[in-house]
């Protein structure tokens, strides 16, 4: 007998009543079938759960950074202990295949080594003073409430790379996870409550997740105890959160729409960007903010490229996502598979010649959303190739020089993620220098999607300017304070003004 979205709850202890009897009904994408009735929260509960956040803050940042990654250490022991469980209520609950859904668990446990080892190393600078007997540094100061808005396609893992990192900065969490997505949000903060049960002196509150729709999200958004609201979502959420957070001067750090391309130049293993495009293209259904949406391939190869990618496509096995030796999984919900007919109806309109796209296995799952990968070869980047599908959708474009490919390349409204495959060492530099891509992330005979935490994550444009997970990110979860310190028995001014009577 398959193990049941209800088993995985008990065994990563969420009580039935979380899940049932509730008025959000939460389905699998895999069949269609009800999983969950999770409770909504209204607007007022928000407010008192950001209340309770602030209380614990006081508190929090008192304790040494190294002991508030203790707490973190503890959680990803959690991670690893539960992860098979964990993965697999990820693929039931957003349909992703099982490598994918351990990939997103593996992803959180990577994110906690890494707040273990910052929390011993959240440092500032000294830097020298031109006063006689004076010191100037600054500090990283814990910054308060972090709002965590996530979005389906990540359920955990954007979660865990904000609040591993806002935890050992001394930061407390309130998280409104998908509403898409819920019982994985409910799992994963059963796991953090058993890491808590086994610290000693952890203040109540320290993380706690809120379930609702945008209204809820609104009431984190517009809180003024949110010290910093991180926001992960489609440009649509970032373009109402950005200004709400600004109009308060909160903080605001937004991880939004992608629309990826990859250059494939005359002198490119093939080999390698084949399957590079493929994996970006069509993993995870096409459902990653850093899914390759366009190929720009030189037009000496790219009817060749085009070919190989057409006969690999063809060959993608599409099914559950539970089911050993499938790769394409189902689409969220029927919203996400009519938005990707109409991009092919216009596709088609605008030049674009289709192979691919309609819907798969509608007798075995008819109240699920497969889809046939797709192929476009497209005359030219029209409307419909400059916006962000979410679904799986390739455009092919051919180009002439290496200058009209980075034109084209950075000729869309996001700016997340982009690659070069190429064995030409100018042209890589000439890619990932000031003239080329102007993504957050540029790669080089790698594709655009599968990032490691160890880098800073995120992109320019509409994507939203945020930076997240490895790197520097964490200084977004701190407040710098710069102190001057006189040790001296003078008082001189800065810039040389004087003041006496
Ligand atoms: P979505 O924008 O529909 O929802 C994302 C989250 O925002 C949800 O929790 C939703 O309830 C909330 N939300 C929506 N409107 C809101 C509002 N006005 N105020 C507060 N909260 C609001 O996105 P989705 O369909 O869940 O996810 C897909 C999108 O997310 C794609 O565009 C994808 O590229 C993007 N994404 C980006 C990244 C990144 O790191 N850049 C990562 C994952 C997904």
């Not at 903080?251 to 493929?278: K, M, Q, W, Y």
């Not at 070869?377 to 002439?400: G, S």
Request: with cysteine; net charge neutral; glycine share 10%.
């Amino acid at each position: 007998m398959s193990i049941t979205s209800t088993d995985l709850l008990a065994a990563l202890g969420v009580p039935a009543t979380a899940y049932t009897g509730g008025s959000l009904t939460v389905r699998s994408p895999i069949d269609g079938a009800v999983i969950g009735a999770v409770t909504e929260a209204s607007g007022a509960a928000m407010t008192d759960a950001v209340a309770r956040a602030h209380t614990a803050f006081l508190a929090w940042r008192q304790v040494p950074a190294p002991k508030r990654g203790e707490l973190v250490r503890l959680f990803g022991e959690e991670l690893r202990a539960h992860k098979a469980n964990l993965a697999r209520l990820v693929s039931l609950e957003a349909g992703k295949v099982t490598s994918e859904g351990e990939g997103e668990v593996q992803e959180m446990i990577d994110i906690c080594d890494f707040a273990v080892g910052l929390s011993r190393q959240l440092h500032g600078l000294t830097i020298a003073s031109e006063r006689p007997g004076h010191r100037m540094m600054e500090q990283y100061l814990p910054l308060g409430v972090v709002g965590i808005i996530s979005a389906f396609n990540f359920p955990v893992a954007v979660w865990a790379w904000n609040s591993a990192l806002a935890l050992v900065c001394g930061d407390t969490c309130v998280w409104k996870p998908s509403e898409k997505t819920p019982l994985t949000a409910l799992a994963t903060q059963a796991l953090f409550n058993k890491a808590v049960a086994r610290y000693a002196g952890a203040p109540d509150h320290l993380s706690q997740v809120v379930i609702g729709g945008a209204a809820v999200g609104e009431a984190l958004v517009d809180d003024s105890r949110v010290a910093l609201v991180s926001a992960t979502g489609s440009t649509r959420m970032g373009r109402a959160v950005g200004p709400r957070v600004a109009a308060r001067f909160g903080r605001c750090l937004l991880e939004l729409g992608g629309n990826n391309a990859i250059i494939v130049t005359p002198s490119a293993d093939l080999d390698l960007a084949v399957r590079g495009i493929l994996f970006g293209a069509y993993g995870t259904a096409g459902q990653r903010c850093t899914t390759t949406r366009r190929v720009i391939a030189h037009e000496s190869i790219h009817d060749e490229l085009v070919q190989r990618l057409e006969r690999a496509r063809a060959q993608l096995k599409i099914g559950s996502p539970i089911e050993a030796g499938n790769l394409i999984g189902p689409l969220i919900d029927k919203a996400a598979f009519d938005a990707m007919q109409s991009a092919l109806a216009a596709a088609r309109e605008q030049g674009g010649e289709v192979t691919g796209g309609e819907r798969a296995l509608a007798s075995r799952y008819p109240e699920a959303w497969y889809a046939v990968p797709a192929l476009v070869r497209m005359p030219a980047q029209t409307e419909v190739v400059r916006q962000e599908t979410f679904a799986p959708i390739l455009y092919t474009l051919k180009y002439k020089t290496l200058d009209e490919a980075i034109a084209l390349q950075n000729d869309v409204p996001q700016g997340l993620s982009s690659a070069i495959f190429t064995n030409d060492i100018r042209e890589a530099e000439t890619f990932v220098s000031a003239t080329g891509s102007d993504c957050g992330i540029a790669n080089v005979n790698i594709g655009t999607s599968g990032a490691e935490i160890g880098g800073a994550f995120g992109g320019e444009k509409e994507t939203g300017g945020g930076r997240e997970s490895g790197s520097d990110a964490w200084k977004a979860y701190m407040r710098r304070t710069t102190n001057t310190v006189n040790y001296s028995r003078e008082l001189p001014l800065a810039q040389g003004v004087k003041f006496d009577v």
